[in-house]
């Protein structure tokens, strides 16, 4: 049996999202992610 174990609990405080709102107009910084022109880069340390 295999368990999911986080490193972080992550919670944004709420006027934090609503400035992100009010500048961009919706939450996610890119609404699609082109996998041809995105790298997958992974950094461990």
Do not use: C, N, W, Y
């Not at 972080?8 to 699609?32: C, M, N, P, W, Y």
């Amino acid at each position: 049996m295999l368990r999911e174990t986080r490193m972080h609990s992550v919670k944004l405080e709420d006027g934090i999202v609503q400035i992100a709102l009010q500048r961009r107009g919706r939450l996610r910084l890119f609404e699609t992610i082109d996998p041809k022109r995105t790298a997958h880069l992974v950094i461990d340390m």
